[in-house]
C-alpha cells in the first residue's frame, strides 16, 4: 500500500507560536489530501480536504485561519496551526485518498502537538 | 450527513476468545462502503476489513469477518481467536462512493479492545 510520512511526530510549543506539519506521499501522487484531527482517547474528526492547486475545503466549525492548509505538491500537503494555543493541542493525522480496488485509505503515522 | 455510532466504548476477552465489535450508522444513500480501522497505541490507523454495501456477502479477513445488515443499518465486527495484538482502538467508518464527490470517511466514537493473556 502507499507510504504516507507526516514530520515532525511530535511537537512542542509555546502559546502564540505557529507549527507547521507536513505530510507527505511516498509513492503515490495526490491531488488531495485529507487532514483529521484526534483528542486523547477520541475519534478522529476531519477538519479539511487539501486540494492540489486551489484552496483547501473546510469542514463546518473548522477556523479556516487557525489552521492553514496548503497542498504544495502531488506529494506534500502542510497544516500550519497559526498563533497556537493550548486547546490546539492534539494528535493530527493526514491520509491519502481512497485507491485501488479496495478504497483503502492511508493514513500517516500522525503528529502530536503540545502547546505550552 | 452521515452518522456512525460504537456503543460499547471498552471491551475486554480473553486471549483465544471471540469478540464481537457493534457499529451502527445513518445514511439516507443506497451505495457506499463500510470499514473497520485498527489503531494499536502506535497510533497507526490500520485498516482491518471493508464492505461494499451492495454486496450481500459478508467480508471476511482472517480472523476477521463482519456481519453486515443492510436493513438494519449495523456493520459489527467479529474477531474469532483472538490475539494480544489485536489489543487496540477500533473504529468504524462511513464513506461515499467516488462519484458522490470527496471520499470523506466518517467514523464512530471508536471501542477500546483489551485482549488480555
Known amino acids: 500500500g502507499a507510504v504516507v510520512s507526516q514530520h515532525p511526530s511530535r511537537v512542542i510549543c509555546k502559546s502564540g507560536t505557529s507549527v507547521k506539519i507536513e505530510c507527505r506521499s511516498l509513492?503515490?501522487?495526490?491531488?488531495?489530501m485529507f487532514w483529521y484531527r484526534q483528542f486523547p482517547k477520541k475519534s478522529l474528526m476531519l477538519m479539511a480536504t487539501?486540494?492540489?492547486?486551489?484552496?483547501?475545503?473546510?469542514e463546518q466549525g473548522v477556523e479556516k485561519d487557525k489552521f492553514l492548509i496548503n497542498h504544495a505538491s502531488l506529494t506534500l500537503s502542510t497544516l500550519t496551526v497559526t498563533s497556537a494555543h493550548p486547546e490546539d493541542s492534539s494528535f493530527y493525522i493526514c491520509?491519502?485518498?481512497?485507491?485501488?480496488?479496495?478504497?483503502?485509505?492511508?493514513f500517516g503515522p500522525g503528529t502530536r502537538l503540545t502547546v505550552l | 450527513a452521515q452518522t456512525v455510532t460504537q456503543s460499547q466504548p471498552e471491551m475486554s476477552v480473553q486471549e483465544a476468545e471471540t469478540v464481537t465489535l457493534s457499529c451502527t450508522y445513518d445514511?439516507?444513500?443506497?451505495?457506499?462502503?463500510l470499514f473497520w480501522y485498527k489503531q494499536p497505541p502506535s497510533r497507526q490507523m490500520i485498516l482491518v476489513i471493508r464492505?461494499?454495501?451492495?454486496?450481500?456477502q459478508n467480508a471476511t479477513e482472517n480472523r476477521f469477518s463482519v456481519n453486515f445488515q443492510k436493513a438494519a443499518k449495523s456493520f459489527s465486527l467479529k474477531i474469532s481467536d483472538s490475539q494480544l495484538g489485536d489489543t487496540a482502538m477500533y473504529f468504524c467508518?462511513?464513506?461515499?462512493?467516488?462519484?458522490?464527490?470527496?471520499?470523506?470517511?466518517?467514523f464512530g466514537q471508536g471501542t477500546r479492545l483489551t485482549i488480555n493473556p
Open positions: 509513492d503515490f501522487q495526490a491531488t488531495t
Open positions: 464492505q461494499e454495501a451492495y454486496k450481500q
Open positions: 467508518a462511513f464513506m461515499k462512493p467516488k462519484y458522490q464527490g470527496a471520499q470523506k470517511l466518517v
Open positions: 491520509s491519502l485518498p481512497p485507491a485501488g480496488s479496495y478504497n483503502e485509505q492511508f
Open positions: 445514511t439516507s444513500e443506497s451505495n457506499y462502503y
Open positions: 487539501s486540494n492540489e492547486g486551489s484552496k483547501a475545503t473546510y
